[in-house]
Every structure is written in C-alpha cells, then in structure tokens.
C-alpha cells in the first residue's frame, strides 16, 4: 500500500493559517483518492476534505468550506490542505488517506480509505 506522511502542524492563534502536506513514497498521487481527517480528543473521527483521483474534483466538509482547500501537486507527489482563518475548534490530529478503489467523487467518510499516515497535530488557541 501507499505511505503517506504527513507534516506541517503546529500551534497557532484563533485566525491564523497553517498548509499540511501529505508526502507519498514508491507510489505515484494520482492512483489514489486522497482524503483528509482529524480527530480530537474525545470525539470521533471526522472527514474534512478530499481529492478525487479522476477528475481532481474536491469535496470539503461544511464545517471548513470556504477556509480549508484541498490540492495535489502531482509532481512533487504531494496533496496539501490549507487551512486559514483558524479556530479553536479546529484543534485535532489531521491525518492523510488514500484508496485507490474508489470512482467519482471521492467521500469523506472513513471506510473506503485503506492507507493512513501517522498523523500530525494542529492546535489552535490564544
């Protein structure tokens, strides 16, 4: 399966940007659907946005439209998440996943997400 490794968290104030990047190895970005998750402590896994690997078309949850874009770089094998305009309530671990099965639109939900990066953390507060 793909490795993937995510980077770039960190701790920020309320309004503030961080870019998560998500690394493969040995496998080439645009095999796969490219999904990104957190979880906080306490809760339950969530899906915050995706790359679909056919048409490159982008799902993004509610909670993050318009704050968080999810793109690819498929030179550099590399998908990123921007995030701006940060809030506390956005403080979780966010992870990178990819599924090489999937067909059309790509799905923030979980299930069909097969490879998982090890996580990095994302803290926002004052």
């Known amino acids: 399966q793909v490795q993937l490794v995510e980077s770039g968290g960190g701790l920020v104030q309320p309004g503030g940007s961080l870019r998560l990047s998500c690394a493969t190895s040995?496998?080439?970005?645009?095999?796969?659907?490219i999904g990104w998750f957190r979880q906080a402590p306490g809760k339950e896994r969530e899906g915050v946005a995706c790359?679909?690997?056919?048409?490159?078309?982008?799902n993004h949850a509610d909670s993050v439209k318009g704050r968080f874009t999810i793109s690819r770089d498929t030179a550099k094998n590399t998908v990123f998440l921007q995030m701006n305009s940060l809030k506390p309530e956005d403080t979780a671990v966010y992870y990178c996943a990819a599924d090489l099965r999937q067909f059309g639109l790509c799905v923030l939900s979980s299930g069909p997400y097969s490879s998982w990066g090890q996580g990095t953390q994302v803290t926002v507060s004052s």
């Open positions: 040995r496998f080439s970005l645009d095999d796969y659907h």
């Open positions: 790359s679909s690997r056919n048409d490159r078309s982008t």
